[in-house]
């Protein structure tokens, strides 16, 4: 799939989507010191500045019978029993006259009796021909030097819902049909009345007409592909930020998330452009819902018979009742498109995660991983980690993973924190057993009174101290850089009316962010006089390595 060249680079345009929380962002370990841990230059940012949600995909197996179930892929499966041990075909290797309509029964597309409407044989030799591009069935010629058709090898495998087999022909047949569609969109619609023109030109010019038409149609067919590849991404973003229920996207909007800027108005020449994108996408979009890639409901034909048109409803100021928006067109990636399109993101060298992914190993391998990537929900691979686990013992692994005063420790023992919370309160009696650990012992306090716990001792000043900044220094690593996100946190910090004391404690906490964490503050923090304070600190805690 091509890279993306549309304006808006979020995927929150659409009922029940949201924004991804991507830690470890690039920006913020260039400006806290951690940018190197991840072994990237500037070129590589360049390179990850575009992020591949992770999506929930089903088991193989389930996509597979979803593969089987897509009416096209059945068709051509049928076709290929029926060719059995072998079928006359002509020299295309289309089936012959006399064997389209019995296909065309076979399929249920026409009455068992009576005759085969020629649309019915049509859809029949659309299947056959998906078969031979499949090599469900293998084309030969006879001794005899007749044209026949053999089952392939892959049809048995198949039949019996093999996950490999079928999920590789599933997406064998969706590339063959998305394809297909770019090329039938990018065809001019003056292309008959260019050939007439072209009948009473002189050599020269007609040659030089062929190359300028042909180049003409590339171009269209580029653009087309290009197009798609956008919409198909989009969409997958939109599918993996959506809540369940809310995965159907209205093709206007996205349309517009194609075309108009992001943070701004459409004005009336882009309301236009979002027109005509919907039209170029309709019939493509039509033809991938023929593989289960989409459920698709198209544009209302109609439409373009009103007297108003279609541009004031796509984004126009009156608001559409639901049914009435349904008309110009809805758009819903399906799992098996999810499946599809990652398949595709992934040959053409995204980065385009499973969630649960990196929730397979212990919690040490969970924390690290989290951590490390650029391009993770936490929340998900937590929620997958601690699912159907014993809370003690889960907790104890995951508080024995989030000790180290490395450069990711203060963000391991965060995620430990939120991992806890999924634990719920049963997870308690491995919380209290760290109550007395330097790293550990004042975040387990804070979560245990957070619980109701009336018995939790009160924390010495120097865990106090250490806590703080620990804390602080996991926001820094996980906001993104988000200044004010981290002055929120900032005036949440108990620095009264003598902040030189405060911070006079704090720089001399030995911990390897307690530098960063005073800086940040430096920078951020509103109150002239107490930022002056953090800065001086941080002098002195520089100072002191």
Known sequence: MAGRRRKNTGASAGEGTAEAVLPADMELQDLYGAFAAHGLDDEDLDDAAVLVPPVKLPPEQELADQAKAVPMFGYALALARWAAPHRAVDEFGDLVEADRAPAA????????????????????????????????????????????????????????????????????????????????????EESAEGADAEAGAEPGEEDEEDEDGLSEVEEARDEAAELLDEALQVLYETTAFAEPGNETVPLGVLAALLVVPEGEEPSEELLGDITDVMVSLDPMLGDLAELGLLDYRPIDPELFDEEEGTEPAVVGEEPLDKEESARFGLVRLTPLGQYGIRQWLLEDGYDAPLVGELAQGDAAELLRAVCESVNVLPDEELRVWTTGREPVAAARELLAAARGSDAYGPLRRMLCVSALDLLGADAGPAVREVLDDPELGGAARAWLTARGATDVPAPDRTMTLWTVVDTFAAQLLDSGGDAGLLRELITDLPVKGDPAAWFGELWRVDHPYTADVLEAIGELHLDRAVAKEARKAAFKARSKK
Do not use: F
């Not at 009576?114 to 591009?133: F, H, I, N, T």
């Not at 030097?145 to 997406?171: C, F, I, Q, R």
């Open 105 to 188: 029964r076979l399929l249920g597309l026409a009455p068992a009796e009576g005759e085969v409407p020629e649309e019915a044989e049509v859809e029949a030799l659309r299947a056959w021909s998906l078969a031979c591009d499949l090599d469900l069935v293998e084309l030969g010629t006879t001794a005899e030097g007749e044209h026949v058709a053999v089952p392939g090898p892959d049809l048995e495998p198949a039949e019996e819902g093999d996950p490999e087999t079928v999920l590789e022909l599933w997406l064998t047949a969706a590339g063959i049909v998305r394809e297909l569609a770019v090329e039938a969109d990018s065809m001019p």
